[in-house]
Nanobody, 122 residues
Framework: QVQLVESGGGLVQAGGSRRLSCAGS????????MGWFRQAPGKEREFVAA????????FYADSVKGRFTISRDNAKNTVYLQMNSLKPEDTAVYYC???????????????WGQGTQVTVSS
């Protein structure tokens, strides 16, 4: 069974940092683009960040550019999202995805994780 499992969510104060991890299982994702989406309460799901298969190219939503960093470790079949300078508006369920990376708009997701909640208190 192919799975993406997120971890690292929780409660953090505004201005703080948090690192999310997403471990893939059931197949290797080393040749896939990977990324993150998020969904805040009452809002539509939105793209956050994506990374190509080698880690040599990344793409970010304007709202997180300069604050969040996506990276990956293909040996561990894992992608990370380092979130710094967090704001209350970053509060959301964060979803890990795998799919086709594109430098035009990020990623076309084929696989989705179950999500992990990040809550930023003011």
């Amino acid at each position: 069974q192919v799975q993406l499992v997120e971890s690292g969510g929780g409660l953090v104060q505004a201005g703080g940092s948090r690192r999310l991890s997403c471990a893939g299982s059931g197949r290797t994702f080393s040749r896939d683009g990977m990324g993150w989406f998020r969904q805040a309460p009452g809002k539509e799901r939105e793209f956050v960040a994506a990374i190509n298969w080698s880690g040599g190219s990344t793409f970010y939503a304007d709202s997180v550019k300069g604050r969040f960093t996506i990276s990956r470790d293909n040996a561990k079949n894992t992608v990370y999202l380092q979130m710094n300078s967090l704001k209350p508006e970053d509060t959301a369920v964060y979803y890990c995805v795998a799919g086709e990376y594109t430098a035009w708009y990020g990623i076309m997701a084929n696989y989705w994780g179950q999500g992990t909640q990040v809550t930023v208190s003011s």
